[in-house]
T-cell receptor, first 111, second 116 residues
């Protein structure tokens, strides 16, 4: 089967750093993506890792270890507007078309 | 604005009925994906089409079907509706297997289905 595990909820204070972990189990693997979804909104793409290592995009960074089937999203200098749900998603065969999402991590940023 | 258009935005219907959700992908995107998101749940992958052909299937119920037309728009048909089918249905598109390399999915705003 295919599954992704991530914590259901994380709370942090404004200005802090938070890490959201994701472990995956898929039949074949192309890459790991991260998406942000605010309440009532559509998911929006944050980052993608196909190779091991760290990808940095502004305040957000994402890491992948293919050997450990593990990745994380790192959010720095947290702002109140970062309060949202964050989903990891794994792309797998056929052709990377199948993109399976984790259950999501709800991030609460407190003042 | 992601460029993906979904209609209708809201739909209320009764059990046993049939509905059709429509999706127009971003200009140039050949791949269309359908996801179901129940209240406070994750995104459940239903089905994916590429240039009119089904390429990947998730846990889509037999009561549900989809297709992608020559103009690349897609429709998701839900029949014999049950209370548990109430959810937000998202369509997404991508240029996969395009040149971006990320397979980024661009999501529409979703169609909220309520079955009474």
């Amino acid at each position: 089967g295919q599954s992704l595990e991530q914590p259901s909820e994380v709370t942090a204070v404004e200005g802090a750093i938070v890490q959201i972990n994701c472990t995956y189990q898929t039949s074949g693997f192309y890459g790991l993506s991260w998406y942000q979804q605010h309440d009532g909104g559509a998911p929006t793409f944050l980052s993608y890792n196909a190779l091991d290592g760290l990808e940095e995009t502004g305040r957000f960074s994402s890491f992948l270890s293919r050997s450990d089937s593990y990745g994380y999203l790192l959010l720095q200098e947290l702002q109140m507007k970062d309060s949202a749900s964050y989903f990891c998603a794994a792309s797998s065969p056929p052709g990377g078309f199948k993109t399976i999402f984790g259950a999501g991590t709800r991030l609460f940023v407190k003042a | 604005d992601s460029g993906v258009t979904q209609t209708p935005k809201h739909l209320i219907t009764a059990t046993g009925q049939r509905v059709t959700l429509r999706c127009s992908p971003r200009s140039g995107d050949l791949s269309v994906y359908w996801y179901q998101q129940s209240l406070d749940q994750g995104l459940q992958f239903l089905i994916q089409y590429y240039n009119g052909e089904e390429r990947a299937k998730g846990n889509i119920l037999e009561r549900f079907s989809a297709q992608q037309f020559p103009d690349l728009h897609s429709e998701l048909n839900l029949s014999s509706l049950e209370l548990g089918d109430s959810a937000l249905y998202f369509c997404a598109s991508s240029d996969l297997p395009g040149t971006s390399g990320t397979g980024e999915l661009f999501f529409g705003e979703g169609s909220r289905l309520t079955v009474l």
